[in-house]
């Protein structure tokens, strides 16, 4: 079987050919893989997605190395016959994009190696943004940038970029940015003056056409550093999003877009202290309402003073303070419930000097709820969906108490 001939080695920038078609193969999913005498298609591989384009004006989806065989073109739609002469067009928006995030890798990796000797483990191109894992120790945002500042100095320098083929034998005497598991010869990628590394992807004529590069965040990850960028298009896609959202969120403040993070951490400040108020309030709330119910409750014959009261709507936490407003008076018992729509909640609590087994009285409680509930001698908790039987369960809970509830 004849190999490809790869023209994206040659020039990155080619984008139109003329190729026959060498093998034709029925995909599974109805799709045709052709293999073509020679291509300008990249086909997905050192962590650069594949290039898409047309066959014949047919839709290639995707490109596959398929090693000695050469490069499957996946073509929806369709497809040439063997030995046909086809055009190729690769579409060019994405190609570019890939050649700017590729070869800013290339800068960003070698930047990390003439700062810091940290060397790049691997590198993915993503959706919408790209990732290298670095042997970096110690990584701050302000080491990274450094090392983000000299790659774009790089780009800015606009140097050369070439490509030379050597041999395995020359390629072990040359200073190359790592080694390569390939036999036989070598395809090596100089940028003038500053990286040599072997590499079969596709990359700018010169530095300046990867326009910038841009850090969006960095972690640890499995002992290594792992940085997420942008080169190119795609950086300048980031900081528009960075700058909408920068200034919408200023528009919440009607304040420019670089003094909201300090109106924004302010106003998380004074929430802080308006919870600390609110909380402080409903303290002093429930103790005023708890003095009020213990006022009018239920005596009993030892001297026992009992809440039974049903709220509309009042969630669990603003009944639980109710409860224990009640029950820090001594010889009490709280038998509280809320209801909405849907739910009936249940409060049971006594002070410490009363008798009574809350956790008790709320199992029979829920029974009458269609529900559950319980907890410790003194505070119990429950609810139910029978929100008709609420007015119910309290009062018979207060009967069995002794004494009958209001
Ligand atoms: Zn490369």
Not at 29 to 48: E, H, K, M, N
Not at 157 to 184: C, F, W, Y
Not at 264 to 281: G, I, T, Y
């Amino acid at each position: 079987m004849a190999l490809t001939e790869r023209l994206y080695y040659n020039d990155s920038h080619l984008i139109e050919f003329e190729a026959r078609v060498i093998d034709v193969t029925e995909r599974v999913s109805g799709w045709v893989a052709l293999v073509l005498d020679r291509t300008a298609f990249y086909p997905t591989g050192g962590g650069q997605p594949s290039d898409t384009g047309t066959l014949n004006g047919s839709r290639v989806v995707e490109c596959i190395d398929d090693g000695e065989r050469g490069v499957l073109h996946v073509v929806q739609g369709s497809a040439p016959r063997r030995d046909a002469v086809v055009a190729g067009r690769v579409d060019w928006a994405r190609r570019l994009d890939h050649i700017q995030q590729h070869t800013g890798q290339h800068i960003l990796s070698q930047a990390f190696i003439t700062l810091f000797n940290a060397p790049t483990k691997s590198f993915r191109v993503l959706e919408t943004s790209c990732e290298i894992d670095v042997e970096l120790n110690n990584p701050t945002t302000e080491i990274i940038e450094r090392a983000v500042e000299l790659a774009n100095n790089v780009v800015w320098e606009d140097r050369l970029i070439t490509i030379h083929n050597v041999s395995a034998q020359e390629a072990a005497a040359m200073p190359l940015r790592k080694e390569s598991s390939r036999e036989g010869e070598l395809r090596l990628i100089e940028i003038e003056g500053f990286d040599l590394t072997p590499c079969g992807g596709t990359h700018a004529y010169r530095t300046g056409e990867v326009g910038m590069i841009a850090m969006r965040s960095w972690e640890r990850a499995k002992g290594l550093t792992r940085i997420e960028f942008v080169a190119g298009g795609r950086a300048l896609a980031d900081y528009r999003k960075a700058n909408r959202s920068a200034r919408e969120m200023a528009a919440l403040f009607s304040t420019g877009r670089d003094d909201a993070v300090q109106l924004a951490a302010q106003l998380v400040e004074e929430n802080k202290e308006l919870h600390r108020q609110v909380h402080a309030l409903e303290a002093i709330a429930a103790g005023v309402e708890a003095e009020r119910l213990l006022a009018s409750a239920h005596v009993t014959t030892d001297g026992t003073r009992i809440v039974a009261q049903v709220f509309e709507a009042r969630d669990a936490e603003s009944l639980k303070k109710l409860a224990h407003a009640i029950i820090s008076q001594p010889q009490t018992i709280a038998l509280l419930g809320s209801r909405d729509s849907d739910t009936a909640r249940l409060v049971f609590a006594r002070s410490a000097d009363a008798s009574a087994d809350m956790s008790a009285l709320m199992r029979e409680a829920c029974t009458l709820l269609d529900g559950r509930g319980g907890g410790r001698p003194d505070m119990a908790q429950g609810g139910g969906k029978n929100v008709a039987q609420l007015g119910e369960a309290i009062n018979g809970a207060a009967q069995s108490l002794g004494e009958a509830a209001r």
